[in-house]
């Protein structure tokens, strides 16, 4: 009884810690005869749910295009009505920006915006200020390189006296002197304060070394210095009666609206602005280069910052007009280099070497042909070296285009990316807005995105020679006295001294 007892508790625990209780041995001369080998297991049955599906490829994501409609003296009108929420947005592009800054006044365009929202119609800068916050809108003027546009954005109820107060910034602005004297010293002051942004610094710099002096793309949008010192507020008011016309103007208008009453607010706010005077210079063919063809780029260019902890590095060389069929296409490979933040320059600079926080490149959307810029931050000890990895990965990319992967990753990135530059209202005004001061179609971005979608890695790698650095100009921001020896330690040797407005930088003669 006790021994059966105890072979029960024995089971009982082994059942209880996931074991089998091993048989008592047995004497060779009671050894049972080995037992056969159970039979094969059965295959499992069908998973019932079925196989696991294979995913379709994905569709290209086509952004709804708007209507077109003609408004009055000549404006255009994008229309894209969005009903889910309450809610419009909308984006006066005028086709007139830094590029047609006349000789000696770079900064014109953008001063010229700046000035249009201190004061217009019947309204103060103050007045005209406190009538859009009470409204709970937000409405904002500015300059690109080559257009300026007005944006506003307000709940649908409050649409039509939000469009009359931008209606009178595009058409009626005041321009008083009490107001220019404020906003051309506070534009001054932030234009003196440039120069201790190394980064701003690199910006101007890497174009004015890469177009030239005097050219359309050759200063950067808020202007310089030298010449913001003698524009005039007669300069600003000419400057607008030129380029702020409604025969160059589309407004774009997204959200929760009509046709019917888009039409009517134009016609009752803007049917008085009209297009006296002579225009602007029309822009420039789109294939002309933006750069006078005796102009030869420099090789290297060094800004010294002495003690800086940092340097500013950027490659930078000839890019593409926006309208040109190749664009869509080098943005994949852009993406892949230093377009997003798996990109190899950000992997090599910051992930695998710590040098930076960041490294990037772009090519610009402009109407003519444009730069190609590699840019980084990186500590002053590592500059040299990380200037070489730098051209090393521009090199690669050039020789070899993408992998297999990469593009792949881009592709998905590209669709993606459209989404959410059409996912709101304000965001799919200011696109559009964009598109339009770029003289591009209102249909651009769903047949970029197309041939980027039904792109070849034999085709990529064809287009990727267009970030070899060979020929490139190399902009270097940073202390002279460390970084020298660093820049001529990877073969660079002497660079061009430039001042922080882009300009050289003449060797004082020895007497």
Request: include cysteine; aromatic fraction near 4%; glycine fraction near 8%.
């Amino acid at each position: 009884m006790r021994a059966r007892n105890a072979g029960a508790l024995i089971a009982l625990l082994a059942a209880a810690v996931g074991c089998e209780p091993k048989a008592p041995a047995q004497s060779p001369a009671r050894a049972e005869a080995p037992q056969k080998a159970p039979p094969a297991t059965a295959a499992q049955p069908a998973d019932p749910l079925g196989p696991k599906p294979e995913l379709p490829k994905p569709q290209p994501f086509t952004p709804p295009a708007p209507v077109v409609l003609d408004g009055p003296n000549g404006i255009k009108v994008w229309l894209l009505e969005r009903h889910t929420l309450p809610i419009v947005a909308v984006s006066v592009a005028v086709a007139s920006g830094s590029a047609d800054d006349p000789k000696g006044a770079a900064g014109l365009a953008h001063i010229t915006a700046d000035m249009l929202d201190e004061g217009a119609g019947q309204r103060s800068a103050v007045e005209l200020s406190s009538a859009i916050n009470d409204l709970g809108a937000t409405l904002s003027v500015g300059a690109r390189a080559d257009g300026s546009v007005a944006t506003l954005s307000v709940l649908k109820k409050n649409f039509d006296k939000a469009f009359s107060l931008l209606a009178d910034v595009v058409a009626r602005p005041r321009f008083e002197a009490k107001e220019w004297k404020r906003v051309s010293e506070l534009w001054q002051n932030d234009l003196r304060k440039r120069g201790d942004d190394p980064t701003r610094v690199s910006a101007l710099v890497s174009t004015a070394a890469l177009y030239g002096p005097g050219t359309p793309y050759g200063h950067p949008v808020e202007g310089l210095l030298a010449d913001a010192k003698s524009i005039g507020l007669p300069a600003v008011k000419a400057f607008y009666k030129a380029a702020w016309r409604p025969d160059r103007a589309v407004i774009s208008v997204v959200g929760d609206i009509t046709r019917d009453e888009v039409m009517q607010a134009i016609a009752r706010d803007l049917g008085p602005w009209s297009g006296k005077g002579a225009p602007a210079a029309a822009p420039a063919d789109k294939g002309a280069p933006a750069a006078a063809p005796a102009w030869k780029p420099p090789r290297l260019v060094l800004v010294d910052r002495p003690g800086a902890p940092q340097s500013v590095i950027a490659v930078v060389r000839e890019g593409v007009a926006a309208s040109d069929p190749r664009r869509p296409l080098l943005q994949l490979i852009n993406t892949a280099l230093g377009g997003s933040f798996t990109s190899r320059l950000n992997q090599n600079l910051r992930e695998d070497h710590g040098w930076s926080y960041g490294a990037a490149s772009a090519f610009s959307e402009t109407k003519r042909p444009g730069a190609f810029v590699a840019r980084a931050s990186v500590v002053t000890e590592a500059t040299g070296p990380a200037l070489k990895e730098m051209l090393a990965e521009l090199a690669k990319m050039a020789d070899s285009g993408l992998t297999r992967d990469e593009l792949a990753k881009v592709q998905a990135q590209d669709r993606a990316d459209l989404v959410s530059a059409y996912e709101t209202v304000n965001r799919t005004a200011l696109r559009l807005g964009t598109l339009a001061r770029l003289s591009l179609p209102e249909t651009f971005d769903g047949a970029a995105s197309q041939a980027r979608q039904q792109a070849t890695l034999a085709g990529l790698a064809e287009l990727a020679r267009a970030v070899d650095p060979k020929g490139a100009t190399l902009v270097v921001v940073g202390p002279r006295r460390e970084i020298l020896p660093q820049l001529q330690a990877i073969g660079l040797g002497e660079p061009e001294a430039w001042d922080v407005e882009g300009q050289p930088i003449q060797p004082k003669k020895t007497p």
